[in-house]
């Protein structure tokens, strides 16, 4: 679905890739950034954010948390990042960025409190209860701070991904924004969901979701309560020409992550300003009967649109050229994927230790590929920074020392 994307509007991305693949430098099974792309983005949306008056926090775990992501995030102007988790957050700050928010979409748990209020230090913490709010609170105080704490709220008719559900009844907000504002340690801040917007399949467009509406009344309340400086956190499906639709309904803080690297549901159907900056990369292992295996490890396909023919460009030299794509067998997601398989009964004919470039939103955090952040293919200067795992962990590849 990207690899259309990619082709037209960063090919030197592609045919830089494949030849540092080639070249040796790049492991197969790996996400390809480009660093000057990602820089770009994040000065679009930092920009943007700027105009509104909202505060843009970088969601990382698409491309593994990636160092040399997170830095061309920070020279872009989106210096805090919103972690996942807590192993999210260690590989921001470790990479070099503030943690502008925790807890939303994965708690902290019990035993990590400490950690994260003394070392960490979220500007932005979320609880989904009033028991997690008072492990927050304590903490902070044990570290002689004081947290500022948003609260999930859902009401009926709200949206959520399975196993992402959780929050307090909106209704309910005052009184426990009361509760968390007598807490030694917490502030109420403000409140979140997710997800605020979703690609709708039907018009094509970014729509928002009852949940914001529940956000707005739920604001509203607050406000007749006397409580100022509300926070509304609002992801979910983020880029820069969806923040001014979010600041019209009170959000004053947006987590782009695909935006970052230019692939959500929008980019695939229309030109935004943000680039496609990601990209996967394989490598054919041998042939069988008729087709060509290439190395898995990251082939995850996130399934924002329907089933489609995966493609991707095979070849032995670097190559954008539509008569270098064939159609590729991907493993569903409840089989290990070792490897994917190329169809071999067209034009292209695959040889063993050709490059394979697809070109889809990932999660790399879910998988078992390196990362690896490439500098320089704006100017025609190609370089490898870093190749990390998905935890942002330099590798040592392929010097095993």
């Not at 070099?96 to 979409?105: S, T």
């Not at 979140?192 to 309340?221: G, I, S």
Request: aromatic share 8%; with cysteine; proline share 5%.
């Amino acid at each position: 679905m990207f690899l259309d994307l990619l082709r037209r509007r960063n090919p030197k991305f592609i045919e830089a890739a494949m030849a540092l693949h080639q070249e040796g430098k790049i492991p197969a099974n790996a996400y390809v950034l480009d660093l000057d792309a990602v820089e770009h983005n994040a000065k679009t949306l930092r920009a943007e954010g700027d105009k509104l008056g909202m505060k843009v926090f970088a969601m990382t775990k698409q491309v593994g948390r990636n160092s040399a992501f997170c830095q061309a995030s920070v020279r872009g102007g989106v210096n805090q990042a919103v972690a996942v988790d807590v192993a999210c957050a260690v590989a921001c700050k470790r990479a070099g960025m503030d943690i502008g928010h925790i807890g939303h979409l994965v708690q902290v748990p019990k035993f990590e409190a400490d950690m994260v209020a003394s070392y960490l230090q979220p500007h932005y913490w979320t609880v989904f209860s009033l028991e997690k709010a008072q492990e927050a609170a304590a903490a902070a105080h044990k570290a002689g701070r004081q947290q500022d704490i948003l609260v999930r709220i859902k009401s009926d008719g709200d949206v959520f991904y399975k196993g992402h559900e959780g929050g307090i009844k909106a209704s309910d907000i005052v009184e426990f924004a009361h509760k968390v504002d007598a807490m030694d340690g917490a502030r109420f801040a403000g409140i979140t969901t997710f997800p605020a917007l979703l690609f709708d399949q039907d018009t094509h467009e970014v729509q928002p979701t009852p949940n914001l509406t529940t956000l707005e009344n739920a604001a509203a309340a607050l406000i007749d309560a006397g409580f100022t400086d509300i926070e509304i956190n609002a992801p979910g499906t983020t880029s820069s020409v969806v923040l001014e639709a979010l600041a019209k309904a009170g959000a004053t803080q947006c987590e782009p992550g695909n935006g970052l690297h230019g692939t959500t549901p929008l980019h695939a159907i229309k030109d935004l300003p943000e680039l496609p900056a990601v990209l996967y990369l394989s490598e054919v292992s041998h042939l069988h009967e008729d087709k060509a295996y290439c190395f898995g490890g990251g082939l995850y396909i996130d399934p924002v649109f329907p089933d489609y023919d995966v493609k991707a460009l095979v070849g032995g030299a670097p190559t954008v050229d539509e008569k270098a794509l064939a159609s590729v067998d991907i493993p569903p997601t409840s089989a290990i994927d070792y490897y994917g398989m190329i169809d071999c009964t067209g034009s292209v004919q695959p040889q063993s230790g050709d490059s394979v470039v697809f070109g889809f939103r990932g999660q790399a955090f879910v998988k078992r590929a390196y990362t690896v952040g490439v500098s320089g293919i704006s100017t025609g200067n190609p370089k490898v920074e870093t190749i990390e795992n998905i935890f942002g962990q330099a590798e040592n590849w392929p010097n095993l020392r």
